[in-house]
């Protein structure tokens, strides 16, 4: 028998703040020692190519688009919260093929990396995909409509609280070990903290598992007749069309994805290749992003809670693309230009909670991670296919010399794909123009 429960009231529990605080804190914890620069560096060491790098880059995102489906299996488990702890576990499971991929007799064998490491990476993205949504649609039911905005700003600078420092000791050390040239025992430590990461990740569960699985009515609906899936899913997508603001909210993310996206295998090939910068100054850059967040965080969930995402998001928006100056601004003789495009992205925030925010108010309650899958998985595919564009494109424009003098200033390959994304990412603003924002709670 499920654990679910009506939500009563409009109180914001102490206890489940103190929960989900912890299963956040935990998980970043974990998460930033198995994914991003760490897993990149992680996967150089073990003579990734250029192309091998790429799909590591996109793989995530790309196959997060499976989040689609994580509506069918909340229906088959009857429950948001069983969904994400069972596919939360067998993600983290599976994901430890990434470390073995490490392990020097496997690795002498054969290529590891599209043998284990790829396809581990491949199959943990998925399901984790899958169980996040489900636990972002939980997780609307946990706080009141009107207390979103605090709630997940709080959530948000737990997260940063760890981004803030465990990454940029993680890099240095990285650093420090790679200047002793060792290799093997290098490789060992990387299966080390990756298993430390995966069971932070798994110790993260616990906290969660005291709080029911709350939800507004009964969401859960007998499918198994009501025609094949396509039909059923071609349904759902129109139905969430039908609302005006939402779908020009779901255009203006997936705008915003595609030249968000176009630039993130260009950003790392620029930062390691040209302005040669290590694990350890890259991640103090990180830091500089996550510093500016948390107070941005705290601002924007209560300016969420007075009903003013849609300004949030014009305002945050401008100020985070503008980063993309400095980007082409910079050199390998001026790469500090970058600490200023990290202080811009700490307006992404803002952004990230005030468009959730506004979406789960335009979307039914409990029965939105169809919705939740539209903004944010669709919005990951587009910036995953768009990321191995750019590479592609970098490449081509690199082979054929592109060069353009601007008075002075020249712009190459790196700069051009800069300014592209630059304009696109302005350019997204647009579809927001049509969004009304509502103006009391939604009664779903």
């Known amino acids: 028998m499920s654990d679910h429960t009506e939500l009563k009231g409009k109180s914001l529990s102490s206890r489940t703040v103190r929960a989900v605080i912890w299963n956040q804190l935990l998980w970043t914890a974990g998460y930033s020692l198995t994914t991003g620069g760490f897993l990149l560096y992680f996967a150089k060491d073990l003579n990734a190519t250029h192309l091998q790098i790429a799909l590591i880059l996109v793989i995530p995102e ?7 489906y994580s509506r069918r299996l909340i229906n088959l488990f009857q429950s948001r919260k069983k969904t994400w702890l069972y596919l939360s576990l067998f993600s983290r499971m599976i994901s430890l093929g990434i470390p073995i991929a490490a392990i020097p007799f496997i690795n002498n064998q054969f290529d590891s990396l599209y043998s284990l490491f790829i396809p581990a990476l491949i199959f943990s993205s998925i399901l984790n ?16 409509e009107e207390k979103w905005g605090t709630f997940f700003a709080k959530r948000n600078i737990a997260k940063l609280s760890i981004l803030l420092v465990l990454p940029v000791i993680a890099g240095f050390g990285r650093d420090w070990l790679r200047n002793q040239e060792l290799p093997t025992e290098t490789l060992w430590i990387y299966v080390a903290v990756f298993c430390i990461g995966t069971l932070l990740q798994l110790g993260s569960i616990i906290p969660m598992l005291s709080l029911k699985d709350v939800m507004r009515g009964n969401i859960f609906r007998d499918e198994a007749h009501t025609g094949n899936s396509k039909q059923k899913y071609k349904g759902h997508f129109l139905q969430a069309f039908k609302n ?4 020009y909210l779901l255009i203006h993310n997936w705008w915003l994805a595609f030249f968000n996206g176009l630039t993130q295998s260009v950003f790392f090939l620029f930062l390691f ?29 209560n300016l969420c809670d007075r009903n003013q995402e849609k300004r949030v998001m014009l305002a945050s928006l401008f100020i985070a693309s503008s980063g993309l100056i400095f980007w082409i601004l910079a050199s390998e003789n001026k790469w500090f230009y970058l600490f200023g495009a990290y202080a811009c992205w700490g307006a992404y925030a803002a952004l990230n909670i005030s468009g959730r925010n506004l ?30 564009l750019g590479g592609f494109w970098l490449t081509n424009l690199t082979e054929t010399e592109f060069s353009v003098l601007i008075g002075s200033y020249e712009v190459g390959p790196f700069q051009f794909l800069f300014l592209i994304s630059l304009i696109g990412r302005y350019l997204s603003s647009l579809w927001l123009i049509p969004v009304r924002q509502p103006l009391q709670k939604s009664a779903f």
């Open 62 to 68: 790309t196959f997060g688009f499976f989040g689609l």
């Open 129 to 144: 995909s899958l169980a996040y949504m489900a636990y972002l649609s939980w997780l609307s039911d946990l706080a009141p």
């Open 244 to 247: 005006r603001s939402l779908r």
């Open 273 to 301: 290749t040209k302005l040669h910068v290590g694990l350890g100054i890259y991640y103090l850059l990180v830091s500089t992003m996550q510093f500016v967040k948390i107070p941005v965080s705290k601002v924007t969930g």
């Open 359 to 388: 979406l789960f108010k335009l979307s039914p309650r409990s029965d939105n991670s169809f919705e939740l899958s539209l903004f944010r998985q669709v919005s990951g595919l587009l910036a995953g296919l768009s990321g191995l």
